[in-house]
């Protein structure tokens, strides 16, 4: 069992940053694979960036290239998304979610979420 919470969202205006955090409890974090996924209002929930057990592999959603950054702390039990650039539309709440298969068509366990809001 995983247990997630996110933190570190909020409001800010277009171009600035925000680092959202993904505390996780429970024991072997360093055996799943993590991922953020966000969901707007009246769209369905997609993939932002997922990263490797170890931290070795990244991958991204083509829109958020370039600005955002995965990482990962297998001692504190923590993800991050470092979040630079932010635009309008990458307005959502944002959930942290692990899987043993970092390409799992449905993670296993998801946090509760948290708003991010982008001010233009």
């Known amino acids: 069992q995983v247990q997630l919470v996110e933190s570190g969202g909020g409001l800010v205006q277009a171009g600035g940053s925000l680092r959202l955090s993904c505390a996780a409890s429970?024991?072997?974090?360093?055996?799943?694979?993590m991922g953020w996924f966000r969901q707007a209002p009246g769209k369905e929930r997609n993939s932002v960036a997922t990263?490797?057990?170890?931290?070795?592999?990244?991958y991204y959603a083509d829109s958020v290239k370039g600005r955002f950054t995965i990482s990962r702390d297998n001692a504190k039990n923590t993800v991050y998304l470092q979040m630079n650039s932010l635009k309008p539309e990458d307005t959502a709440v944002y959930y942290c979610?692990?899987?043993?298969?970092?390409?799992?068509?449905?993670?296993?366990?998801w946090g509760q979420g948290t708003q991010v809001t982008v001010s233009s």
């Open positions: 979610a692990a899987d043993r298969d970092r390409w799992a068509p449905e993670y296993e366990y």
């Open positions: 429970g024991r072997a974090f360093s055996k799943y694979a």
């Open positions: 990263i490797s057990n170890l931290g070795k592999n990244t």
